[in-house]
């Protein structure tokens, strides 16, 4: 499995940023797909994460403010960020479970300055 992440950047605090996560490599939808992240000094820690069946769970400090999505017939996933804060600064890294083996994309920077 292959998983390659697009998206992030600078975003504004207040402001909405996407980031999208592609999978290839496997023929049928993995089991489980979402994002970690970790910024600068920090331990990574769970964004939100997706089963193939839509069940979602996210980390406390996103509860309400990120949405994970995912599109199984392309094993795309897709996480959804509004009402940025600047502690959402940091490096998001895609993960996809599949088959009890866990993958890692490439991370992606998200940045939230003014």
């Known amino acids: 499995v292959q998983l390659q992440a697009s998206g992030g950047g600078l975003g504004q605090p207040g402001g909405s940023l996407r980031l999208s996560c592609a999978a290839s490599?496997?023929?049928?939808?993995?089991?489980?797909m979402g994002w970690y992240r970790q910024a600068p000094g920090k331990q990574l820690e769970l964004a939100a994460v997706i089963t193939s069946g839509g069940i979602a769970n996210y980390g406390d400090s996103v509860k309400g403010r990120f949405t994970i999505s995912r599109d199984n017939a392309e094993n795309t996933v897709y996480l959804q960020m509004d009402s940025l804060k600047s502690e959402d600064t940091a490096t998001y890294y895609c993960?996809?479970?599949?088959?009890?083996?866990?993958?890692w994309g490439q991370g992606t920077q998200v940045t939230v300055s003014s």
């Open positions: 993960n996809a479970e599949h088959r009890f083996k866990s993958y």
């Open positions: 490599g496997v023929i049928f939808a993995i089991d489980s």
